[in-house]
Structures are given as structure tokens and as C-alpha cells.
């Protein structure tokens, strides 16, 4: 709006000195709003393009950083159809993705390096991109050591680190566990804290993440609305691990 409000401005001052200025200014801000409001929903809409396409293609090429697509990845790509809702359509765009992913002559840092331009560092959306692709990879109960590199060549091309993998893996490992050190453990990667974390820091990094990963805050920032229970279930899995350190805590 302040783009607007200044070119008014400035017509109106060379045409009508500072009353012309006056007016211009209010004129082009409020003509500027509708046309950068506009501009705002179409940078979503290409996010959520892009978050859809490149999720998959990605997901193609770390399913077969192993050498192999085994059943149990298929599995778990076909269920995140059902979990996104797509439809027929949709469906078959995303497998087309798959496809193009692993295939030998996929640029994956390229299509990295696109989808984190295109979501110009939004980290929630990025670290759930990521998150996607360790769950796909780890549909056979194993991250291997490929395809953990592989995952930390993502990261690292997201601008995120290696610790991020480590810290969703760890996560991963603890989920659907009864309490045990090692659920502990996972619960503290899931926040971000170390161990000897303070009450105050843990409380902090929890309304952070809340805050952060709110389903409504990521739709605003481009996550497609299919993905909304997957941005729920994230923050559930939030809680039950600041619930899990609060009650060993105490």
C-alpha cells in the first residue's frame, strides 16, 4: 500500500501542489490495496502449487535413494493421497511428481533450491516438506544411511541443518512408544529443547511451535487446505510431547 500511496502522492503533487498531494496519496492507497491483496492470494496459490508438486517429485527421488521404491514407500505416497483428498485429478498429477522424481535425470537440488525460493524461508512450511519426506522414507521402519544423507541434502538446501533431520528422526522413533527414556528423549527433539532445558525455555519452545505450526497461519502462508489435518496432527504431536516432558518433570 505504501508503493500506492507515494506514486499518488506524487501525481497529485505535480498536478495540484500539496492538496493534489493529499488526495493522490489517499487515491492510490486505496487502489493499491485491492491490487496488492490479489497479488497476496496468488503468491499463495503458486505455494500451494509448488508444495504439492515438489513434495511429490522430492519424495520420488528419496524413495529411491536406496536403489529401490520399496512396497511399503508406495504404500505410505498412495495413502498421503487419501490423507490429502486429492482428487482423480490430483491424484494423477501427483503421481505423475513421483515419477518425474525418480527418474535418473531428476536435478533434486534444483527442485529444492525452487520450492524454498518460492516459500521465501517460511521455516513451518518447510520443516512439514521435510517431515513428508522422512515419513515416506521411513515407511519401512528404517531411515538408511542413503537416504538420510539424502534427507540432509534437502535440509541443507531449505536452509535448514542436519540437527533438524536428526531432531524429526528422533521424533519419529519415539512416536506410538509407551513412556521410556528413549520417548523422553523423543519428546525433547520434538520441541527443540535439550534436556536440562529450564521450565521457562521449555514453555517458550512450545508456544512458539504452537504458534508457529497454527494449521491457519500455514494455510495463510501457502500450505494447501488438503494438508490441513497433517498441520493438525503436527501440533497434537506438540503437545503430547510437552505433555509427556511436563509429566516426567514432575
Same mark, same amino acid.
Given at each position: 500500500?505504501?508503493?500506492?500511496?507515494?506514486?499518488?502522492? +506524487?501525481?497529485? +503533487?505535480?498536478?495540484? &501542489?500539496?492538496?493534489?498531494?493529499?488526495?493522490?496519496?489517499?487515491?492510490?492507497?486505496?487502489?493499491?490495496?485491492?491490487?496488492?491483496?490479489? @497479488?497476496?492470494?496468488?503468491?499463495?496459490?503458486?505455494?500451494?502449487?509448488?508444495?504439492?508438486? /515438489?513434495?511429490? /517429485?522430492?519424495?520420488?527421488?528419496?524413495?529411491?535413494?536406496?536403489?529401490?521404491?520399496?512396497?511399503?514407500?508406495?504404500?505410505?505416497?498412495?495413502?498421503?493421497?487419501?490423507?490429502?483428498? @486429492?482428487?482423480?485429478? &490430483? !491424484?494423477?498429477?501427483? !503421481?505423475?511428481?513421483?515419477?518425474?522424481?525418480?527418474?535418473? &535425470?531428476?536435478? +533434486?537440488?534444483?527442485?529444492?533450491?525452487?520450492?524454498?525460493?518460492?516459500?521465501?524461508?517460511?521455516?513451518?512450511?518447510?520443516?512439514?516438506?521435510?517431515?513428508?519426506?522422512?515419513?515416506?522414507?521411513?515407511?519401512?521402519?528404517?531411515?538408511?544411511?542413503?537416504?538420510?544423507?539424502?534427507?540432509?541434502?534437502?535440509?541443507?538446501?531449505?536452509?535448514?541443518?542436519?540437527?533438524?533431520?536428526?531432531?524429526?528422526?528422533?521424533?519419529?522413533?519415539?512416536? &506410538?512408544?509407551?513412556?521410556?527414556?528413549?520417548? @523422553?528423549?523423543?519428546?525433547?527433539?520434538?520441541?527443540?529443547?535439550?534436556?536440562?532445558? /529450564?521450565?521457562?525455555?521449555?514453555?517458550?519452545?512450545?508456544?512458539?511451535?504452537?504458534?508457529?505450526?497454527?494449521?491457519?497461519?500455514?494455510?495463510?502462508?501457502?500450505?494447501?487446505?488438503?494438508?490441513?489435518?497433517?498441520?493438525?496432527?503436527?501440533?497434537?504431536?506438540?503437545?503430547?510431547?510437552?505433555?509427556?516432558?511436563?509429566?516426567? !518433570?514432575?
Amino acid at each position: 500500500m505504501m508503493i500506492g500511496l507515494w506514486v499518488g502522492g +506524487l501525481i497529485g +503533487l505535480m498536478l495540484r &501542489g500539496i492538496p493534489g498531494a493529499v488526495m493522490g496519496a489517499a487515491l492510490g492507497y486505496f487502489l493499491a490495496k485491492p491490487i496488492l491483496g490479489a @497479488l497476496g492470494k496468488t503468491k499463495i496459490l503458486q505455494v500451494r502449487r509448488a508444495f504439492l508438486d /515438489s513434495t511429490f /517429485s522430492v519424495m520420488g527421488a528419496v524413495c529411491k535413494a536406496d536403489g529401490v521404491v520399496s512396497e511399503g514407500e508406495i504404500r505410505v505416497v498412495e495413502r498421503l493421497f487419501g490423507q490429502l483428498r @486429492l482428487s482423480a485429478e &490430483g !491424484r494423477e498429477d501427483a !503421481r505423475r511428481a513421483f515419477n518425474r522424481g525418480k527418474s535418473a &535425470g531428476f536435478d +533434486l537440488d534444483a527442485e529444492v533450491a525452487r520450492f524454498a525460493a518460492t516459500c521465501r524461508g517460511q521455516a513451518p512450511l518447510l520443516n512439514m516438506f521435510l517431515q513428508m519426506q522422512l515419513a515416506a522414507v521411513a515407511a519401512d521402519g528404517v531411515v538408511h544411511e542413503k537416504e538420510h544423507a539424502l534427507l540432509v541434502r534437502i535440509a541443507r538446501g531449505l536452509g535448514l541443518s542436519e540437527a533438524d533431520v536428526r531432531r524429526m528422526e528422533a521424533a519419529l522413533r519415539g512416536g &506410538g512408544r509407551g513412556p521410556s527414556k528413549d520417548d @523422553l528423549a523423543a519428546a525433547y527433539a520434538t520441541l527443540g529443547v535439550p534436556a536440562d532445558a /529450564s521450565d521457562s525455555d521449555l514453555r517458550q519452545a512450545y508456544r512458539r511451535l504452537m504458534s508457529e505450526n497454527h494449521p491457519d497461519k500455514l494455510a495463510a502462508k501457502g500450505l494447501p487446505e488438503s494438508m490441513r489435518p497433517m498441520a493438525e496432527e503436527k501440533t497434537r504431536n506438540i503437545t503430547s510431547a510437552y505433555d509427556r516432558i511436563k509429566a516426567a !518433570r514432575a
